[in-house]
């Protein structure tokens, strides 16, 4: 049943992957990286629901998101003065 | 309670392919936005909530709860702030009508 999962977010990612690379604008790929970083988060997080030590796995997540909120605050404050 | 779990995490998963597709398949920005939007929030909070029960510890369930709320208030900042900034610079015109500048009651 984990392997339904993890082929789910394979097609998932590459939806997101495709944008990254073919979107016609910056904000499109901004959406791109930012889907692709959530769709790794919700891999980390089925892949430490079946490891041993699951719990501390789970704490790499934590540094995941934070990351990513930055990065899409500082690409919208980029965009924002620059123009696509 | 095992079986539950798993469930959950392929109904995240799920909502996360749905969000890849959404985002290929949509037309312009803001639709792309909104298909996007699906997988960092409720496709989080599924996922989750499947990992810490099958997990099954109180730090993972700390953890967890810490991630979803982050994401929680982070998200909606982030694609406030990149909806806000490119707006400034593209017309979005469906049917040659860019909605979110015409004011339909301004002319008789």
Do not use: C
């Amino acid at each position: 049943m984990n392997i339904v999962a993890v082929v789910m977010l394979t097609i998932g990612a590459a939806g997101f992957v495709y944008r990254l690379l073919r979107g016609p604008s910056l904000p499109d790929r901004v959406v791109g990286l930012d889907g692709l970083l959530s769709v790794i988060v919700i891999g980390i997080i089925v892949a430490a629901a079946r490891s041993s030590n699951g719990g501390i796995t789970v704490e790499t997540v934590l540094v995941a998101v934070f990351v990513g909120f930055v990065g899409t605050t500082a690409l919208a404050r980029f965009i924002e003065r620059r123009g696509n | 309670m095992d079986t539950f779990a798993e469930v959950l995490l392929v109904l995240g998963s799920a909502l996360a392919m749905i969000g890849g597709i959404g985002v290929v398949r949509f037309g312009d920005l803001f639709s792309r936005m909104h298909a996007a939007a699906k997988a960092p929030t409720l496709a989080l909070i599924l996922a989750a909530i499947g990992a810490a029960i099958e997990i099954g510890t109180l730090l993972a369930a700390t953890t967890l709860t810490l991630v979803v709320v982050l994401q929680l208030l982070s998200s909606p900042v982030g694609a406030h702030a990149l909806s806000r900034a490119s707006r400034r610079q593209m017309t979005i015109a469906i049917d040659d009508v860019d909605e979110l500048t015409s004011d339909e009651h301004s002319d008789p």
